[in-house]
Structures are given as C-alpha cells and as structure tokens.
C-alpha cells in the first residue's frame, strides 16, 4: 500500500449484520497515534488515512482471531 492511501473497512448493510465488530491499531510505525473505530454490527465504515510508512497491525478487539498487517511504503 502506498504511503498516504486510504484503507476503509466496510461492516455489511443491515439485511446482512452479523456480529459487532471494531478496528483497532494494535502497533504501527513510529509516531503514530493510536486509533480505534466504534464497534459496529451494520451500514458502518471506517476510513484512515496512513500517512507514515511502516507495519500496521490491526485487530477487532471482540474478535482477537480477526487481525489484519498492512504494509505502506
């Protein structure tokens, strides 16, 4: 991903809804601040812009298995 992109998490529309989720930054590069979305079950999104480049590990914080790392370059 290239530095300065914007990632955007999409939860499902309301037919759809499963389980509550969230995002949170569990680790990311040097000089970023930590950021956590609002849980959320449906018709929800939550963009940010990673603007420092670096390893950024995210987590659901209800769901630890649910993790994702992105690299920016």
């Known amino acids: 991903m290239a ?4 990632v955007t998490f999409k939860w ?14 569990k ?3 040097k000089g970023v601040k930590k ?3 609002e849980q ?3 018709d929800y999104s939550y963009k940010r812009k990673l603007t420092v ?3 950024y590990k995210l987590v659901c ?5 649910m993790k ?4 920016v370059k």
Do not use: I, R
């Open 3 to 6: 530095k300065g992109a914007t």
């Open 12 to 25: 499902p529309s309301a037919e759809e809804a499963g389980d509550v989720h969230d995002v949170k930054l």
């Open 27 to 29: 680790s990311g590069p």
């Open 35 to 37: 950021f956590h979305s």
């Open 40 to 42: 959320a079950s449906a």
């Open 53 to 55: 480049a670096g390893t």
């Open 61 to 65: 914080t209800l769901h630890e298995e």
């Open 68 to 71: 994702v790392t992105l690299a």
